[in-house]
């Protein structure tokens, strides 16, 4: 079966995004346990024992390093020393099996670690036993920090790349189960054995991102312990830590190393590996109140004890569990993927996934024990795993890989969610068409009125009651984010550009600035933003107050973060407000700031629904129109019907399947007769924001109309492209100067006139939103420019001739079909012709 298995493997494993050796294990040193976190900027952020002995903790001196990537993976930075072991007994003898999270707010980044000089597997044996009773009496116990596993604690307020000195917490994590007065004890069935031994699991520490009380987004920690596997969380970010299910909570009793994950409805899953066996036991923390963490566990199951299709048969080691959003066919899902060592050896490290398409496939756990198909990685001896999201939504694996000198080469691999599964990330944020209401509050903290913020200006709606019922694409916004970034752009649905800063100060530089334009082709600094957030916290460490909806949360500089406010009158700031509600009086008048927004996201459908007096849209997306030439005047080599449209607009969009958009390349001739014209290569037929191009859509002639609009549909983004066109995002207004023909550039717009269909000179100073066009830097000798779709070198001949002979049509230079030629140049099928 092993040899069938290491054959299957081999033969299935399928090429990565990218990959690295992180660390590299040798004859003089040996790395072990690796953790992997992303931290706030977007960087990758690697972690693996350094080991100056062969084994775990108590068997020598043990340093944590750590290396980042900036670049998701693809290069790595020097090593550092996060934690320093010494050569010292006690606590600070070894630091090791980092367990790392980064607050999705602050920014700051607390580790977990196993210390001291005395192993785990010790730890249980040396708890001073005091006295012994009957079978019905209990034994007491009173714990010796110096003689158990210790629990160091480091914060890094720097994404990482220094750590305080690591803090003793083994007395108050121990404490939690009171172990100073534990007591074994007969309950009339069971013999019940206090907590004596534990370690908090490598890897990854979940933070919730649903539940927040206090400072911060509550986290979960994942133990390995003398009991099983226990989970505790944290409200104040690891000051200290509370038992999840209570302190008699036996969540899985055979379970060893162990992650958690947040489950989409909030509960929590419990995934670990099995002590002494193989596969892995789920079990399921149930909320009935999340805010004081009451709930119940529910009855642990265990996946893959053989090797059964459909199960995790895995190695009793180390690995990883995460729930991600992914789109199949159109519907938004979560798919739970799994990292483990895919035999029972410590070999074939790999990524077991299953599709989880509503809640009824996460509601027990039971759920979890079949489902599950594998994604091979490793083909040979590797170990432990840790994962996370890079920053274009790719699986980033971290894994132990050839065994040798008691250590491991700690590799990274990362992988598209699409080549594991076939499904697409789906961001859960990104792509989306939202509303967006200001909730205005009185004197006692209610909210009096809720306005819709309008796109064109950033002005106000009037209230949401007397709003027209008819659908305008000025109260829909559209989030974006590019590829490889860790921020978020709003921009309008009716593409007139991103959300501005008018009437604000300019973050970047501190500021005034008087009338920024918002929302248009002239305003150049796209307004990035962080995170959309229930509260927030200052540099100086204050808290913001609760979100009835969300704050909008972005950074004016590389450690500080303010949130959006809007004025009563609609008035945008982004730099002096921090509170939910402020009223500011200045000459007598005063203006209610708030920095509270309600988000509903808008549905494909046009029934009427829950966002105030609006319909949802008839036709979701953003139109595009569409125009061929007239029957008998087609301007391309031959007969050409095709549909033609320009354009460019601030959010991503998905075209058709019939759309193809082409870049331009130059003129294709020295007479300036043609337009240049290829094909631009597209991921997933998504066309970026920011991309101006030419739109074709097939059409023949005697086609009933010579006009279709079509609707796009905002699309997750992908990288922007030069097209060699410009284009425009709001309404644009040249001056005068611009369009002089001798001195400056001539621009060229896609126009029809007299039937054709061309690009044209632009005779007029003004040009509409969401336009591409043309730019020749020269002296303008044509009035219109056709398409030539071969590139630069379409015209491959000039032809001298006494007439023009044949039956393919002929056109002047301004694209004008000619049924008797006269002296002059003129264009014959792929050829140019000059007619003396």
């Known amino acids: 079966m092993k040899r069938f298995l290491s054959l299957m493997l081999l033969m299935a494993v399928t090429a990565c995004v990218s990959m690295a050796q992180v660390f590299d294990t040798n004859s003089s040193s040996r790395y072990r346990i690796p953790a992997i976190v992303k931290d706030n900027n977007g960087s990758l952020v690697a972690f693996s024992d350094y080991r100056y002995g062969t084994g775990d903790i108590g068997t020598g001196r043990i340093d944590i390093y750590g290396k980042i990537s900036t670049d998701n993976g693809a290069t790595w930075g020097n090593s550092f020393t996060a934690l320093s072991g010494s050569n010292t007994t006690g606590f600070t003898r070894a630091h090791g099996d980092a367990a790392v999270v980064c607050d999705r707010e602050s920014g700051k980044m607390l580790m977990m670690c196993a210390s001291g000089s005395i192993g785990y597997s010790d730890s249980k044996i040396k708890i001073n036993r005091q006295g012994r009773g009957s079978w ?56 019940v054995v206090p907590v004596t031994g534990l370690f908090f699991t490598s890897g990854k520490i979940c933070q919730s991102s649903k ?40 969540p899985a009793p055979n379970g060893d190393e162990a992650k958690i994950e947040e489950l989409p409805n909030g509960n929590v899953l419990l995934c670990c590996c099995v002590n002494g066996n193989t596969g892995r036991d789920f079990n399921i923390f149930t909320y009935t109140d999340q805010r004081t963490a009451a709930g119940i566990w529910g009855s642990v199951v265990r996946s893959g004890q053989t090797s059964v299709a459909g199960e995790t048969y895995a190695a009793s080691c180390n690995g990883d569990i995460m729930i991600v959003p992914a789109k199949r066919d159109g519907k938004d899902i979560y798919v739970a993927l799994l990292s483990a060592a895919m035999s029972s050896e410590r070999e074939y490290v790999g990524i077991y996934w299953k599709e989880l398409s509503a809640e009824s496939d996460y509601d027990t756990p039971l759920d979890f024990k079949t489902g ?84 064109n200006d950033l002005n106000l709606a009037v209230n949401a009651e007397e709003e027209a019922t008819t659908p305008t694409y000025n109260h829909y916004w559209v989030v974006s984010k590019d590829p490889g970034t860790n921020t978020y752009y709003l921009s309008s649905l009716n593409g007139d550009g991103y959300m501005g800063r008018a009437n604000a100060i300019d973050y970047s530089t501190g500021e005034k600035k008087e009338n920024i334009p918002a929302c248009t082709d002239d305003y150049k600094k796209e307004f990035e933003i962080q995170d959309f957030v229930k509260t927030w916290t200052l540099t100086s460490n204050k808290t ?120 331009c390349t130059s003129l294709s001739d020295v007479e300036g007769t043609q337009v240049g014209l290829e094909e631009l290569e597209l991921k997933d037929n998504v066309l970026p924001r920011e991309t101006p191009v030419l739109l074709s859509m097939s059409g023949k002639e005697g086609d009933v109309k010579t006009e279709k609009t079509i609707y796009l549909r905002p699309a997750l983004a992908q990288t922007m492209q030069e097209t060699g066109f410009a ?65 630069t070198t379409a015209v491959d001949k000039i032809t001298v001739s006494d007439a023009v002979k044949g039956n393919e049509p002929v056109y002047d230079l301004c694209g004008r079909r000619v049924a008797a030629p006269v002296k002059g140049i003129y264009i014959r099928g792929n050829r140019k012709v000059v007619v003396r």
């Open 372 to 455: 599950w198909t594998a994604f091979p990685v490793s083909t040979t001896s590797s170990c432990y795993s840790s994962m996370t999201l890079d920053n274009n939504g790719n699986i980033a694996l971290l894994y132990e890989e050839t065994l040798l000198n008691y250590g491991y080469d700690i590799v990274f691999k990362t992988f598209a969610l699409e080549d594991i599964t076939g499904y697409k990330y789906n961001d859960p944020w990104v792509g989306k068409v939202l509303t967006i209401k200001v909730l205005s509050y009185d004197a006692d903290e209610k909210v009096d009125q809720q306005r819709y913020l309008f796109n």
């Open 727 to 791: 284009g425009t995002l709001g309404k644009k207004t040249f001056s005068d100067t611009e369009y002089n023909p001798e001195t400056n550039s001539n621009i060229y717009i896609l126009s029809k006139k007299n039937g054709h269909v061309a690009f044209y000179w632009l005779s007029d100073r003004t040009m509409a939103a969401n336009k591409a066009y043309y730019v020749f830097e020269g002296t303008a000798t044509n009035q219109s420019l056709v398409f030539n779709f071969g590139g």
């Open 544 to 663: 913001g107050v609760a979100m009835s909806g969300y704050a909008l949360k972005f950074a004016y500089d590389s450690d500080k973060s303010r949130v959006v406010a809007i004025a009563d009158d609609g008035e945008i700031n982004w730099f002096d407000h921090t509170a939910k509600r402020e009223a500011i009086t200045n000459n007598g008048v005063t203006k209610y700031w708030s920095t509270d927004f309600e988000l509903k996201e808008v549905e494909y459908t046009n029934t009427i629904g829950d966002y105030g007096t609006f319909d949802k849209p008839t036709y979701f997306g953003f139109p595009v129109k569409f125009e061929r030439s007239d029957d008998g005047k087609a301007v391309y080599q031959g007969e050409d019907y095709n549909f033609y449209a320009t354009l460019k607009l601030p959010f991503a969009v998905t075209l058709p399947d019939d759309v193809k958009a082409y870049k």
């Open 136 to 191: 019905f009496s209990p034994y007491t116990y009173s714990l010796n920090v110096n003689e158990a596993i210790r629990v160091g604690r480091s914060y890094s307020e720097d994404n990482g790349k220094t750590w305080t000195t690591s803090v003793d917490k083994t007395s108050d994590v121990y404490g939690i189960w009171d172990v100073a007065n534990a007591t074994s004890y007969n309950d009339g069935e069971n013999f």
């Open 211 to 250: 539940i927040k009380v206090g400072d911060y987004y509550r986290i979960y920690a994942a133990l390995c312990t003398n009991v099983g596997s226990l989970v505790v969380y944290s409200d104040d970010f690891g000051e200290t830590w509370n038992a999840l299910g209570g302190t008699s909570a036996r």
